[in-house]
C-alpha cells in the first residue's frame, strides 16, 4: 500500500497513492501514527527538520538522522566541493559576515562593493527555491539591517554566481556509486515568492566527459564520508568551465521522474533495495544503466506554471489538464516531449 503524505496535495500524489493525507509540517502527529516497518521515502521539506528525522527512523531503521544532518550540511558541502576540484561560492553566517565586515572596514570602507556587488540570502531550511533571495549592498553594510530583516543562524549569506543550473542525480549502495543522469533547470524568473523559485527541468540531458571524473571523485567523497545508501542529487551552476555546487539533497527530487521516465528505470525501486543488493545485482544494474544512457533519444521537459493572479479551477478543468499531463510531439527533431 503505497500513502502519500503532502502539504500540498498534488494531483500526481494523490493519484499514485492508495492513501493520500494533506498535512502540515509543523504538525507531526501523521508520523507517529505510521505502522513500524513502513518504508519512507523522503521529497522536499523534511529532511531538514530533525525531529521528523528522528521521529521517522524509529519507523523505518534505513532512515539515519545523522546522514541526512551530515548532507546537509553547507560547511560539508563546501569541504567535499573543494575536496573534488569542484568550486563553492563563498558563503558566511551572519556572524562570520559581521566579524569579517567588521575587518575589512577597518582596512579599506568600500571594500565589501567592490568584491562582489551581489549576495543571496538562503534559509537552512527550504526546498524548491523557496527562502533564497537577494540581499541590498546596503543591509550588507549596515550590521543592523542585517537584524531588522530577520537574517539570523538560521541562514547563510553567499555570493551570487551566475551559470547554467544543473541537477545530478545519483545511486549509492555499498557497492559504490553511479551517475543515474542529469537535468537542466528551466531559466528562473522574478515570481513574489522568490526571484529563484523551481521552474521546472528538461531530462535526461548528456553530462560533458570532461566533468565527469571531478563529479564521480565528489560523489565517492560524500558517500565515504556520510554511508549514504539510496538516491540523492546535488544541484549545480556550469559557469564556463567551472563546476559550482550549491546544494546536495538527500531524497527524491523533482527531476527524478523525468530521468525514470527518459531512461525507463526502477528508481524508486532501487532506492528500496540498495541496502541488500547483492555485488551481482549491483553489476546488473550498472549495464543496464550503461546501455539506458547510451540509447536513450527522448527528454522530458516538465515545467511549474505559477497563477500571475487568483483564480479557480473547476473539477473538470483539473481533469482535463491530468489527462494531458504527458504530451508527446514525437515529431520534432530533438526528440523532447
Request: glycine fraction near 6%.
Given at each position: 500500500?503505497?500513502?502519500?503524505?503532502?502539504?500540498?496535495?498534488?494531483?500526481?500524489?494523490?493519484?499514485?497513492?492508495?492513501?493520500?493525507?494533506?498535512?502540515?509540517?509543523?504538525?507531526?502527529?501523521?508520523?507517529?501514527?505510521?505502522?513500524?516497518?513502513?518504508?519512507?521515502?523522503?521529497?522536499?521539506?523534511?529532511?531538514?527538520?530533525?525531529?521528523?528525522?528522528?521521529?521517522?527512523?524509529?519507523?523505518?531503521?534505513?532512515?539515519?538522522?545523522?546522514?541526512?544532518?551530515?548532507?546537509?550540511?553547507?560547511?560539508?558541502?563546501?569541504?567535499?566541493?573543494?575536496?573534488?576540484?569542484?568550486?563553492?561560492?563563498?558563503?558566511?553566517?551572519?556572524?562570520?559576515?559581521?566579524?569579517?565586515?567588521?575587518?575589512?572596514?577597518?582596512?579599506?570602507?568600500?571594500?565589501?562593493?567592490?568584491?562582489?556587488?551581489?549576495?543571496?540570502?538562503?534559509?537552512?531550511?527550504?526546498?524548491?527555491?523557496?527562502?533564497?533571495?537577494?540581499?541590498?549592498?546596503?543591509?550588507?553594510?549596515?550590521?543592523?539591517?542585517?537584524?531588522?530583516?530577520?537574517?539570523?543562524?538560521?541562514?547563510?549569506?553567499?555570493?551570487?554566481?551566475?551559470?547554467?543550473?544543473?541537477?545530478?542525480?545519483?545511486?549509492?549502495?555499498?557497492?559504490?556509486?553511479?551517475?543515474?543522469?542529469?537535468?537542466?533547470?528551466?531559466?528562473?524568473?522574478?515570481?513574489?515568492?522568490?526571484?529563484?523559485?523551481?521552474?521546472?527541468?528538461?531530462?535526461?540531458?548528456?553530462?560533458?566527459?570532461?566533468?565527469?571524473?571531478?563529479?564521480?571523485?565528489?560523489?565517492?567523497?560524500?558517500?565515504?564520508?556520510?554511508?549514504?545508501?539510496?538516491?540523492?542529487?546535488?544541484?549545480?551552476?556550469?559557469?564556463?568551465?567551472?563546476?559550482?555546487?550549491?546544494?546536495?539533497?538527500?531524497?527524491?527530487?523533482?527531476?527524478?521522474?523525468?530521468?525514470?521516465?527518459?531512461?525507463?528505470?526502477?528508481?524508486?525501486?532501487?532506492?528500496?533495495?540498495?541496502?541488500?543488493?547483492?555485488?551481482?545485482?549491483?553489476?546488473?544494474?550498472?549495464?543496464?544503466?550503461?546501455?539506458?544512457?547510451?540509447?536513450?533519444?527522448?527528454?522530458?521537459?516538465?515545467?511549474?506554471?505559477?497563477?500571475?493572479?487568483?483564480?479557480?479551477?473547476?473539477?473538470?478543468?483539473?481533469?482535463?489538464?491530468?489527462?494531458?499531463?504527458?504530451?508527446?510531439?514525437q515529431a520534432e527533431s530533438n526528440g523532447l516531449w
Open positions: 500500500v503505497v500513502r502519500s503524505y503532502d502539504c500540498c496535495g498534488d494531483r500526481d500524489t494523490r493519484e499514485l497513492a492508495c492513501v493520500a493525507e494533506v498535512i502540515d509540517l509543523n504538525d507531526l502527529s501523521w508520523i507517529k501514527n505510521l505502522e513500524p516497518s513502513a518504508r519512507v521515502i523522503l521529497a522536499g521539506g523534511m529532511e531538514d527538520c530533525v525531529e521528523s528525522l528522528d521521529l521517522l527512523s524509529r519507523v523505518d531503521p534505513t532512515i539515519i538522522p545523522e546522514q541526512y544532518l551530515q548532507m546537509r550540511d553547507w560547511r560539508n558541502w563546501r569541504q567535499w566541493a573543494l575536496g573534488s576540484g569542484l568550486k563553492f561560492p563563498s558563503t558566511h553566517t551572519v556572524d562570520e559576515w559581521l566579524r569579517s565586515h567588521s575587518e575589512m572596514i577597518a582596512e579599506n570602507a568600500t571594500i565589501v562593493s567592490q568584491t562582489n556587488p551581489r549576495w543571496l540570502w538562503k534559509k537552512h531550511r527550504s526546498a524548491g527555491g523557496l527562502g533564497v533571495k537577494f540581499v541590498d549592498s546596503n543591509e550588507l553594510e549596515e550590521p543592523s539591517l542585517l537584524r531588522a530583516n530577520g537574517l539570523s543562524e538560521l541562514g547563510i549569506l553567499q555570493e551570487h554566481v551566475s551559470g547554467k543550473s544543473i541537477g545530478v542525480s545519483f545511486l549509492s549502495s555499498h557497492h559504490g556509486t553511479v551517475i543515474l543522469g542529469m537535468a537542466e533547470s528551466l531559466s528562473l524568473r522574478p515570481h513574489i515568492w522568490s526571484d529563484f523559485i523551481y521552474r521546472g527541468s528538461v531530462a535526461p540531458v548528456s553530462i560533458p566527459q570532461t566533468l565527469v571524473p571531478s563529479i564521480n571523485d565528489f560523489a565517492s567523497t560524500v558517500v565515504r564520508s556520510t554511508g549514504w545508501c539510496g538516491v540523492w542529487q546535488a544541484d549545480f551552476l556550469l559557469c564556463e568551465r567551472d563546476l559550482y555546487l550549491l546544494e546536495i539533497n538527500p531524497r527524491w527530487t523533482a527531476s527524478m521522474e523525468l530521468l525514470e521516465y527518459g531512461y525507463d528505470l526502477p528508481l524508486v525501486t532501487w532506492h528500496m533495495s540498495c541496502a541488500q543488493f547483492e555485488k551481482s545485482t549491483w553489476n546488473n544494474l550498472q549495464k543496464r544503466l550503461e546501455k539506458a544512457q547510451q540509447e536513450s533519444l527522448s527528454k522530458f521537459r516538465k515545467e511549474i506554471r505559477y497563477a500571475e493572479e487568483d483564480g479557480f479551477v473547476s473539477a473538470e478543468e483539473a481533469d482535463e489538464w491530468w489527462k494531458r499531463r504527458w504530451i508527446a510531439r
